[in-house]
């Protein structure tokens, strides 16, 4: 049983304090697919390129595993492009520009032997484009997916519509608040949670993550790290790495959940530690589960007597 990831390639052009980088890999399709690898095969991948992308980072996805049979590449177009900058606070940035190009016209259409992918990870694009991937599958039993304020501010009607069909919603704290309308986070999860998805993650950046479902909440630490060189990803890193253990275990018990939280937090820390999709290229599944140890120690604690 495979895993199939949909959502945006793109070529991104990134600056930092520390450092800055061209055309370097990016989109959520890729972050999530690289991130999922480690624990699942093979990645079934769905996006749109042009004609313009270099084979390198074909070469590098079909390394890992990843089957680029529904990826679309489009002959004299240009790839999706975007350009940021980072502040010193890595949780500020700003927008340089958004060239959408091919993927303005992107349409996921599902190869026939992915459309019996058991499970699904939506990337972060247009929920109308999220529900037609969802209208194609035959037999998906576990769908996972990502939005943002741009979605909930433009295509709020089109996203809800969407959470009625999907099992996980990843979010961060700010969408979770603008999405329910609620200043709180345990609130805004019950109101989330009531608009479909049984379970609701929402990512707090340097502050960990929290996990709900019908009977648990359960608040996963973040890594400290000591360098960040590129933020970037990390969010799709997470889904890659949340959905790819679900999908190599087949199983979302409560507890594993907890486990399939850890994982992703793991995958997101790698990500951050180096430009682009570098911490996530070349990593093992033996050290993913040394981090994801660690992670366990952050909060591990013995009551004294």
Not at 129 to 154: A, G, P
Request: aromatic fraction near 10%; proline fraction near 4%; charged fraction near 25%.
């Amino acid at each position: 049983m495979s895993l199939l990831v949909v959502g945006s390639l793109g070529l991104d052009t990134v600056s930092t304090p520390f450092d800055k980088v061209e055309d370097a890999l990016g989109g959520s399709a890729t972050y999530i697919s690289l991130s999922a690898s480690y624990f699942s095969a093979p990645i079934n991948l769905v996006g749109i390129v042009g004609s313009d992308f270099p084979n390198k980072y074909i070469n590098l996805m079909e390394a890992h595993n990843i089957n680029l049979e529904g990826l679309q590449i489009i002959e004299g177009g240009k790839t999706f492009r975007w350009s940021g900058k980072y502040h010193y606070d890595l949780n500020v940035r700003d927008t340089l520009f958004t060239e959408l190009n091919v993927f303005e016209n992107f349409n996921p259409v599902i190869p026939e032997r992915f459309r019996k992918s058991k499970f699904v990870c939506l990337g972060n694009i247009d929920p109308v484009l999220q529900m037609k991937v969802l209208d194609q599958m035959t037999d998906s039993h576990f769908t996972v997916c990502d939005t943002m304020n741009y979605w909930i501010e433009r295509k709020k009607d089109d996203l809800i519509k969407l959470l009625k069909k999907v099992n996980v919603l990843i979010i961060n704290d700010s969408e979770a608040r603008l999405l329910a309308q609620e200043p709180n986070l345990v609130k805004s999860a019950k109101a989330i949670r009531n608009m479909g998805p049984e379970i609701l993650i929402i990512k707090k950046g340097e502050h960990g993550a929290l996990l709900f479902t019908h009977d648990i909440v359960f608040s996963a630490p973040a890594y400290p790290m000591e360098m960040i060189y590129d933020p970037t990803g990390a969010g799709d890193s997470f889904a890659g790495g949340f959905t790819g253990y679900l999908h190599r275990t087949q199983d979302v018990s409560a507890e594993n959940l907890k486990c399939a939280v850890i994982y992703g937090s793991a995958m997101a820390s790698f990500c951050v530690e180096k430009f682009s999709t570098k911490g996530l290229e070349n990593l093992s599944y033996l050290r993913i589960q040394d981090r994801f140890r660690e992670f366990m120690n952050l909060s591990r604690f013995n009551e004294k007597e």
